[in-house]
């Protein structure tokens, strides 16, 4: 277990650790073994991911390739001439044949360049200071997601079948039918327009970040609310699979409080599926991102790519996407090892 | 052994019966308001005939909106497009997905193969995959959203019911079918999905949700429907600069996308459901 933790990249897994039971004294070639297969183990996991993430880079370049037009015609201004958009074609390499610029782009990615956008200028340098206010938006989200599923599908198992579990349950159920937009919209009309409590508007200081920390609460709601709802239900089903476990059916018989079994007892069992649960949300919070900071002109990559649909620069989404699928990576990593850890602890 | 059935015991299975039906009623009634809205609208969703954001009354229900058109008529109008494409887009992933998570299980390679594409799907926020499609097929309009749905919808949906199907794979009727040298289609069409009713009808209200909130997201972002159409999203891009002056403009919009989710999700959602993956 020590040495699946040190291996470990912090990927910023804010699931609490389970509550193992402490490791019993072992023989010294018994756990170089042990520290030798979890390694294996760990390399494979990150081994997989690498693969799966390089297979979407690839699905996202074929796309781009299957478009109706390149980015030397989309830029192109109205009157060149055939030979001004060859000329230009040329300038962006776009006139090598697909197989090397697919190299090409692949290869450049890990350096952290993105590739050129339809008008020329380095995508990396568009993304630069826009995305990390997008990841901080997702992940303050994301924060609050696993804070509150976590806390209300606790509270509701806590009750089977009381008034307190149906409340939570159906409130879980219309949270997560609520597009976040839609949240937004109805959280700016109250918490801003009526009350005046909160800036309607994000504005940005020099530095191109939200200028006032009050700028990213309601942002942060409209993407946290609809997505505890769906975490919720998967925490309270986790929990109510863990209930029947004969090892928790043991602890609750041997007179232990409500709490402490549910919390020593099912949840470190259900915590896998619960980290695969939330995992899954990152996709969701960085998507939504994209469509409440429209709403609220947040300065987060939602504003530049709102700009690339408009001026059919696919190169800037294929790079947001390479972005957004390298965060989804982390957190799904996150989530293998928060498995690894358990089924480790568990032998 | 099959008792004939009594009074009461009729009397009791119609209560179980009326209990089950009564979460579909406020989805059947929504339903049928925004499908049957267009013959109700008073005025057509083009001609202004109040001032700019109006406030409501004086003629028009709910005020006008940023070209004075009259916000009520709109609305009724903006909901039957959404309700059919969410609706084909929900049907066609829990079908497609229905026969390839029973393949999945059938035939293990293919499941493996599946499984992968999964994964890689999971790491393509579906906002981004929109604007890829709709880039990628400029002309595509409506069709261009629902294909991209589509296809990214199913990979997870092909994970919900191979999961439920595993377990019914090695049930003996199964095995015994497999003997008998029947085709994977013949044994997922007349042994496995039957069983797996309940799975599927919960995979299909998740997808028309999803569906929902996809196309929505995707009219707000102006992919799909172009502004002259009464959309519910599109008039909420549309008149959020006008909020103050007239909230319904937005408020009823808005409120009709949560609606159609909300009674929709209540009326197929199991009390726990599968983790999405």
């Not at chain 1, 360049?113 to 206010?133: I, M, Q």
């Not at chain 1, 009750?159 to 879980?172: E, L, N, Q, S, Y």
């Not at chain 1, 709601?221 to 505890?228: D, E, G, M, S, Y």
């Not at chain 2, 103050?244 to 999700?265: D, Q």
């Amino acid at each position: 277990m020590a040495a699946l933790t040190s291996g470990a990249p912090a990927a910023g897994s804010t699931d609490p650790a389970p509550a193992g039971p402490p490791a019993p004294p072992r023989v010294g070639a018994d756990r170089a073994r042990r520290a030798g297969r979890v390694a294996l183990r760990v390399g494979a996991v990150l081994l997989r991911r690498a693969l799966v993430l390089a297979a979407l880079l690839a699905v996202v370049f074929a796309a781009v390739e299957i478009l109706p037009g390149d980015a030397a015609t989309a830029s192109a201004e109205r009157g060149d001439s055939a030979a001004a958009i060859a000329a230009r074609r040329e300038h962006l390499g776009l006139d090598r044949p697909l197989w090397e610029r697919f190299t090409d782009w692949m290869t450049a990615l890990p350096t952290g360049d993105l590739g050129t956008s339809a008008r020329g200028e380095k995508v990396a340098d568009l993304l630069r200071d826009p995305f990390p206010n997008t990841l901080a938006l997702a992940g303050a989200a994301f924060a609050l997601t696993i804070a509150a599923s976590l806390a209300l599908g606790c509270l509701a198992a806590a009750r089977p079948g009381r008034r307190t579990d149906r409340v939570i349950g159906h409130t879980a159920t219309t949270a997560f039918a609520i597009p976040d937009f839609v949240l937004a919209t109805g959280l700016v009309l109250v918490l801003s327009l009526w009350t005046g409590w909160l800036p309607a508007v994000t504005v940005a200081d020099a530095s191109g970040k939200p200028a006032e920390w009050t700028m990213m609460i309601m942002p942060v709601l409209a993407l946290a609310v609809p997505q505890t709802g769906w975490n919720t239900r998967i925490v309270r089903g986790a929990l109510a699979d863990q209930a029947g476990a004969p090892h928790v059916e043991a602890a609750r018989l041997d007179g232990l409080s409500t709490t402490r079994v549910l919390l020593r007892h099912a949840l470190p069992g259900a915590l896998p599926v619960i980290a695969t649960g939330i995992a899954t949300s990152t996709g969701m919070l960085l998507g939504g991102a994209v469509v409440v900071e429209t709403l609220f002109n947040y300065p987060g990559i939602g504003t530049v790519l709102a700009g690339a649909v408009a001026g059919r620069d696919t190169t800037l989404i294929a790079g947001s996407v390479a972005l957004a699928g390298a965060a989804i990576t982390l957190v799904l990593l996150a989530a293998d090892l928060v498995r690894a850890k358990t089924a480790g602890a568990g032998r | 052994m099959s008792t004939p059935a009594t009074s009461t015991d009729t009397a009791a299975a119609r209560r179980r019966y009326a209990r089950r039906a009564l979460p579909l009623l406020p989805a059947a009634l929504f339903l049928g308001a925004a499908l049957a809205g267009p013959r109700l609208a008073p005025h057509t969703i083009d001609a202004p005939v109040t001032a700019t954001y109006a406030t409501a009354g004086d003629g028009a229900l709910l005020g006008g909106d940023q070209l004075g058109r009259d916000v009520w008529s709109r609305l009724l109008h903006g909901g039957g497009e959404l309700i059919g494409c969410a609706f084909l887009i929900g049907a066609a992933v829990t079908a497609t997905a229905a026969l390839l998570g029973c393949l999945a299980v059938l035939r293990p390679r293919a499941g493996r193969v599946l499984e992968r594409t999964a994964d890689v799907a999971i790491l393509l926020p579906s906002v981004l995959g929109i604007m890829l499609v709709a880039l990628a097929w400029p002309d595509g309009g409506r069709w261009a959203v629902i294909t991209a749905a589509i296809v990214l919808g199913i990979p997870f949906a092909v994970r919900v019911v191979a999961a439920a199907a595993a377990p019914l794979a090695a049930a003996g009727y199964v095995e015994a079918a497999l003997m008998r040298g029947e085709s994977s289609l013949s044994i997922t069409v007349r042994e496995l999905l039957p069983n797996l009713r309940g799975t599927v009808t919960a995979l299909f209200g998740l997808r028309f949700v999803e569906a929902v909130y996809i196309i929505s997201t995707a009219a707000f972002l102006q992919i799909g429907p172009q502004p002259p159409e009464a959309d519910w999203a599109l008039m909420i891009r549309e008149n959020a600069p006008g909020i103050l002056l007239n909230p319904w403009a937005v408020l009823a919009p808005s409120a009709a996308v949560a609606l159609l989710a909300i009674t929709v999700n209540l009326a197929t959602s199991a009390p726990a459901p599968a983790p999405r993956r």
